[in-house]
């Protein structure tokens, strides 16, 4: 198992969960009505916010996740219908011996594998563990856009500080770009209480090797692991996609 990258960063504080659920659920919704079962794999499950979303709409939801402390802090709140267990995507017929009806991956779990073969090995197992006519869900950060702009992070998360009523807490996402389409991503949360001095601290930060995986490449592993059917959105809204436009790729895949 790779290094815990995430072990001190409290993601579930860092995304306004109730929003951002809240635009995603219509897409969903459509896209899970056509699944020949109700089980769901939710593939780098993270702390368990969709996969608990999932099952309080009835589905029964198995969360896989590389991180330990990931898994501990989403099995703490897993509630009726949603499991979680640790393991790696690359390698599902270890993980799992069930067979589900969709799957999701979404936010940015599958740039963690850097290489070209952990991409087809993820494709060809996920392919593997689903029902005949299964629909796959993937959303990753759009990085053509990223490469063409030059952009150096992701939009800045401003939220209140649970410890702090004083404070406001900033989620930093900052990026370096290097060949071969890697990105050193660094991650870090700051504390801001603008009656102090300095008035901005750094609480934690991280420093993580990803692949900035683009459309095409994604399209391309998934047909040759046997999904036929993809369609390929710029938003969860069903915007197209537009390579240097879109802040997503969403990917349908069947």
């Not at 995304?15 to 809240?22: E, F, H, N, S, T």
């Not at 969903?28 to 699944?35: G, K, N, R, Y």
């Amino acid at each position: 198992m790779s290094e815990d990258h995430y072990a001190k960063l409290e993601y579930r504080k860092l995304i306004k969960w109730d929003d951002r659920l809240r635009r995603e659920w219509p897409f969903l919704d459509e896209v899970l009505t056509s699944a020949p079962s109700r089980s769901v794999l939710d593939l780098g499950s993270g702390t368990g916010e969709h996969a608990r979303l999932l099952a309080a709409h009835g589905f029964e939801v198995l969360g896989i996740d590389s991180s330990p402390s990931m898994i501990e802090k989403a099995a703490a709140s897993a509630g009726d219908g949603a499991r979680f267990v640790l393991g790696d995507m690359r390698d599902l017929g270890s993980v799992t011996r069930e067979r589900f009806g969709a799957a999701i991956c979404l936010g940015n779990a599958l740039p963690h594998l850097r290489g070209e073969d952990d991409l087809r090995r993820f494709a060809s197992g996920l392919r593997e563990v689903l029902l005949a006519g299964a629909p796959v869900v993937i959303q990753i950060i759009n990085y053509d856009r990223i490469e063409a702009k030059r952009e150096r992070a992701l939009p800045l998360s401003f939220l209140a500080d649970p410890d702090d009523p004083d404070a406001s807490i900033i989620f930093l996402r900052a990026m370096e770009l290097l060949p071969d389409r890697r990105i050193i991503f660094m991650p870090a949360t700051l504390r801001m209480r603008t009656d102090r001095e300095p008035p901005i601290e750094l609480v934690s930060s991280r420093r993580v090797e990803i692949r900035g995986w683009r459309r095409d490449e994604l399209e391309q592993v998934l047909r040759d692991a046997g999904f036929n059917a993809i369609e390929i959105w710029g938003s969860y809204q069903k915007a197209p996609f537009e390579a240097e436009e879109s802040r997503d790729v969403i990917v349908v895949a069947r």
